[in-house]
Structures are given as C-alpha cells and as structure tokens.
Nanobody
Framework: QVQVVESGGGLVQPGGSLRLSCAAS????????MGWYRQAPGKQRELVAT????????YADSVKGRFTISRDNAALNTLPLQMNSLKPEDTAVYYC??????????????WGQGTQVTVSS
C-alpha cells in the first residue's frame, strides 16, 4: 500500500504563484504515472499534469506554459507542481495521484486527500 499526502495549497492573488507538493509513503521503483488532478465546485475532476516513470510529462491545455510538474531528484517519492500566473479559474481542490502498474504487489490507483487552492483578489 502507498499513502499519498499533498501540501502547499492556500490563497493567492491572480497572477501569483504557488507550489504544491505530493509525498508518497515510499519510493516506488517500477512502472507508474504520477500526477495532479483538480476539482472545482460543481465540476468533474480533471487532469492537470502527469509524469511517467520514464519522465514523460503531459499537461492540460489550460495550464500549459504556466504549470510545471517534475520529479524531485533529491527525493524520489515527491512530486512538486509549480503553478505560476494563476487565474481565478484555477481555483479548485488539487489531488495527487499515483497509478502504479508495476511491481504487481504495489499495483493500484492511489489518491491523496486533496489541498485547496483559491485564486482571488
């Protein structure tokens, strides 16, 4: 089993920046996709950005050029999300997800509890 914990949410003004972090309870060596998703009130959860175990990144069109996802080489069990030029429409609960394909004994879809990001003046 893997536990996932997000941190770094808060209130920020439009145009500001925020850095979220996700920590897994263990370092994962295998095949997986780690990512950030968000859910705004009254809307479905949507993909923000993901990175594979091979280092391939994917971003939602709405955040390209503003958000950056990366693996933390110093701590392989963490996943930062740098958010710049924030807009009110970025307001949502942000969730970290780890979808493990291998090794088989860890395979599964793991979610954190979420962290609130509010962009408002």
């Amino acid at each position: 089993q893997v536990q996932v914990v997000e941190s770094g949410g808060g209130l920020v003004q439009p145009g500001g920046s925020l850095r979220l972090s996700c920590a897994a309870s263990r370092i994962i060596f295998g095949l997986y996709v780690m990512g950030w998703y968000r859910q705004a009130p009254g809307k479905q959860r949507e993909l923000v950005a993901t990175v594979t175990s091979g280092g391939i990144t994917n971003y939602a069109d709405s955040v390209k050029g503003r958000f950056t996802i990366s693996r933390d080489n110093a701590a392989l069990n963490t996943l930062p999300l740098q958010m710049n030029s924030l807009k009110p429409e970025d307001t949502a609960v942000y969730y970290c997800n780890i979808d493990i394909k291998a090794p088989r004994d860890l395979a599964g879809d793991y979610w954190g509890q979420g962290t609130q990001v509010t962009v408002s003046s």
